[in-house]
């Protein structure tokens, strides 16, 4: 079945979720298209746990909590999700623009926005974990609670790893970080915190093996230091925080300016593409910061600046959205 709508935003994560408020409040009907089957994007599917610290009026912000609030937000406009589905081909129509999606459905619509962050991204595998992901190993943590009381291995050295463990600290019965480096990638000041905390560091070091207990549950891993003893540790969870690799899929077919796996905008948020946009971390301009923040403000951006290509007649700034009846 094909549908109609003002604006097809592509991703439902923060950014989208916004950008489709934004949407609502300037009158446009809209579509959420979303290749994962929940909105949030990166953070529902890897850290909805974890506390966020740089966006707007709050201290802190727990990461389902943002995007419970971002779609309790544009709930009252009522967008149509279509999660679980992919965006295959874009072209360009009298008036605006066709997406197909896998499986075939064709959504018309006077603009798109692009909103799909890093695109569809692929944790790095751990090679001794082979076999082991969902039955003891996770790349991320969805529910901290489901670690309670286990010990638990975090393995990699990036702000990710330092993240998990200072989330799973205060609830685990043991976490240990190893590295397979002396140094890490993560920030200084993430790093004095997790050593603050009496967290094991066991650096130029490699998880090698899993070991199995009698019921078929993780029980221990075994690790092999460089220039030392290997030694086993007690583990009934480990955390592969190793990293992932991106992928903007089609959408680098679009005809689309590609800059370093990012989509080149101008002030407005247009592509090189007409009624084509992009914002949050996929769009890309001279002295972009990738922020939460950020892509919030490019959302009303390409919006407002979206409203005004589907009506002239339209003004750029709608007013404030605390002057709305």
């Known amino acids: 079945m094909d549908s109609s709508y003002d604006l097809v935003i592509i991703g439902a994560g923060p950014t989208g979720l916004f950008a489709a408020y934004y949407a609502g409040f300037r009158g446009?009907?809209?579509?959420?298209?979303?290749?994962?089957p929940e909105p949030g994007g990166q953070v529902t599917a890897m850290y909805p746990e974890k506390m966020i610290f740089d966006v707007g009026g709050f201290a802190a912000v727990r990461g389902r909590d943002l995007v419970q609030g971002l779609v309790d937000q544009v709930e009252p406009w009522q967008p149509a999700y279509l999660l679980g589905r992919k965006a295959e081909k874009l072209e360009s129509v009298d008036g605006g623009v066709e997406l197909t999606l896998d499986g075939g459905e064709v959504l018309r619509a006077g603009a798109v926005l692009i909103t799909a962050g890093i695109g569809e991204f692929t944790p790095r595998p751990l090679p001794a974990g082979d076999g082991w992901l969902g039955r003891g190993m996770?790349?991320?943590?969805?529910?901290?609670?489901?670690?309670?009381?286990?010990?638990?291995?975090?393995v990699g050295g990036g702000d990710s790893?330092?993240?998990?463990?200072?989330?799973?600290?205060?609830?685990?019965?043991?976490?240990?970080?190893v590295h397979?480096?002396?140094?890490?990638?993560?920030?200084?000041?993430?790093?004095?915190?997790?050593?603050?905390?009496?967290?094991?560091?066991?650096?130029?070091a490699e998880v090698t093996r899993f070991v199995e207990a009698p019921d078929g549950e993780l029980a221990a891993v075994e690790v092999a230091v460089?220039?030392?003893?290997?030694?086993?540790?007690?583990?009934?969870?480990?955390v592969a925080a190793l990293g992932f690799t991106a992928d903007l899929g089609p959408i680098e077919s679009w005809g689309l300016e590609i800059d370093h796996r990012a989509i080149s905008v101008d002030s407005t948020m247009a592509t090189a593409r007409p009624r084509v946009y992009a914002a949050g971390d996929v769009a890309a301009y001279p002295g972009k910061v990738k922020l939460i923040a950020t892509g919030f403000g490019e959302a009303a951006t390409a919006v407002n600046n979206i409203a005004v290509a589907l009506d002239p007649e339209a003004h750029l700034f709608p007013g404030h959205s605390s002057n709305a009846e």
């Open 226 to 238: 460089k220039n030392g003893e290997g030694e086993q540790l007690p583990a009934n969870a480990v």
């Open 28 to 36: 446009l009907s809209m579509a959420v298209v979303d290749s994962l």
């Open 161 to 177: 790893a330092f993240d998990w463990c200072l989330a799973l600290h205060p609830i685990a019965a043991s976490v240990t970080l």
């Open 138 to 154: 996770v790349h991320f943590v969805p529910s901290l609670q489901v670690h309670a009381g286990q010990h638990v291995v975090v």
């Open 180 to 204: 397979r480096r002396a140094k890490f990638r993560a920030a200084e000041s993430i790093v004095r915190e997790v050593r603050g905390l009496g967290v094991r560091m066991i650096t130029d």
